[in-house]
C-alpha cells in the first residue's frame, strides 16, 4: 500500500509563492505516475499537473500553465509542486496522486492512491 503525506499547504497573498510537497512511502513499486490536483470549495477536484514515472515529462492545467512547475525527486521519494503568481482562484485543498503506469495522467479516476491534502488560501 503506497501512503502519500501532502505539506507546504498555508495563506499567502495574491502573487505570492508557496511549494507543496508530497511525500511517497510504501508500494512494491518504487515509481509511479504523479499528479496534483486541487478541490475548492463547494466544487469538483480539478487537475492542476501531472508527471510521468520517469519525469521526463510534465502536463499543466491551462489555469496554471507558466505559473506552476511540478518535479519529482525519486531519491527522496518526494513529489513537489512549486506555485508562483498565485491569484486567489488558486484557493483550495491541493491533494497529490499515484497512478500506475508509464504515461502522464490528468483523469482523476487513473490515480489508484491519494494523500489527504494540504490547504493553500491566496488573499486578494
Known amino acids: ?29 518504487r515509481r509511479y505516475a504523479m499528479g496534483w490536483f486541487r478541490q475548492a470549495a463547494g466544487k469538483d477536484r480539478e487537475f492542476v499537473s501531472a508527471v510521468g514515472w520517469s519525469g521526463a515529462s510534465h502536463i499543466y492545467a491551462n489555469s496554471v500553465k507558466g505559473r506552476f512547475t511540478i518535479s519529482r525527486d525519486d531519491a527522496e521519494n518526494t513529489l513537489y509542486l512549486q506555485m508562483n503568481s498565485l491569484k486567489p482562484e488558486d484557493t483550495g485543498v491541493y491533494y497529490c496522486g499515484a497512478a500506475h503506469g508509464v504515461a502522464v495522467y490528468d483523469g482523476l479516476y487513473e490515480y489508484d492512491f491519494w494523500g489527504q491534502g494540504t490547504q493553500v488560501t491566496v488573499s486578494s
Do not use: F, I, N, P
Open 1 to 29: 500500500q503506497v501512503q502519500l503525506v501532502e505539506s507546504g499547504g498555508g495563506w499567502v497573498q495574491a502573487g505570492g509563492s508557496l511549494r507543496l510537497s508530497c511525500a511517497v512511502s510504501g508500494g512494491t513499486d
